[in-house]
């Protein structure tokens, strides 16, 4: 079992790069363009985002960015008059990285938190929660975030809501007299996936998403645990006080809403339960 799940981890696995990859963005009507000093360099939207993540972003086998996230952040970008680059930046440091205008806007499914608010400007644009995955025959009979998973070892992002539930649920086991949960945490999905693809891990926790993209390459390999949790509201993410910027990603989000450009992208990639209403 553990074999099959290993290689089906491996094929899903796609080399990531430490380069911004460009893509240009052809002039759509109806363009806001952007002026400066609202981006870093003219005629370009720079974007943050850990290229790790599919259905979201994620590369192709041609090392070309992919994804629902890529195809709605150049979809704003063709509505700003603008190329859209992205730059592949590790999820733990992706606020820093824009705070320090090594790119214009953090688009990577970034959940709007008030501690992040406090650093940045959000433009929202979907939905999306959390789950665990667990081994199809689910042997340790995890039943979700619950106390199930004291005492197992469960795998995760650096960084990221799901690693903070499972610190959460970790202290309620040890609060009930129970062993703590094991928390293994990697810089890539994939490398979380992989443990419980090994059985290192017994479970593995990640947006909801991402668990049903990997559900999906392979069926029967995977199962979820209980139910999702902690549905929560994605945003654009422009330095605090950038309100040029903002102001034209808000206003071309509502141009690809109103064009149907936005809900094509979500139902190309399977995404319509994270649809934004208006």
Not at 85 to 107: E, G, H, M, Y
């Amino acid at each position: 079992m553990h074999g099959r799940i290993l290689a089906t981890a491996a094929a899903l696995s796609l080399a990531a790069c430490g380069t911004a990859a460009k893509t240009e963005a052809a002039p759509a009507g109806g363009k806001a363009m952007v002026a400066p000093p609202a981006v870093i360099k003219d005629g370009e939207i720079v974007y943050c985002s850990d290229i790790s993540a599919p259905p979201l972003e994620f590369y192709d086998k041609a090392k070309k960015p992919i994804g629902a996230d890529v195809e709605i952040g150049e979809a704003l970008a063709a509505r700003l008059g603008v190329a859209a680059v992205w730059r592949n930046t590790k999820f733990a440091s992706i606020v820093p990285t824009l705070v320090a205008k090594q790119c214009d806007a953090i688009l990577s499914q970034l959940y709007i938190k008030p501690e992040r608010e406090r650093v940045v400007d959000f433009v929202p644009y979907m939905y999306s929660g959390q789950s665990i995955l667990v081994a199809k025959d689910n042997p340790r009979r995890v039943t979700g975030l619950d106390e199930s998973l004291c005492g197992l070892t469960a795998s995760t992002l650096i960084s990221t809501t799901a690693a903070t539930r499972l610190e959460d649920q970790s202290k309620k086991c040890e609060a009930a007299g129970k062993p703590a949960i094991k928390l293994t945490r990697f810089d890539q999905d994939i490398a979380a996936l992989q443990e419980l693809a090994l059985g290192r891990s017994q479970a593995y926790a990640t947006t909801s998403e991402t668990a049903a993209y990997y559900m999906g390459q392979k069926p029967g390999l995977f199962a979820f645990a209980g139910e999702s949790f902690d549905k929560i509201k994605a945003g654009i993410a422009v330095r605090k006080g950038n309100s040029a910027l903002q102001s034209a990603l808000a206003k071309a989000l509502q141009e690809i809403r109103a064009d149907g450009t936005y809900d094509k992208v979500l139902a190309k990639w399977n995404l319509q339960v994270d649809r934004l209403e208006p």
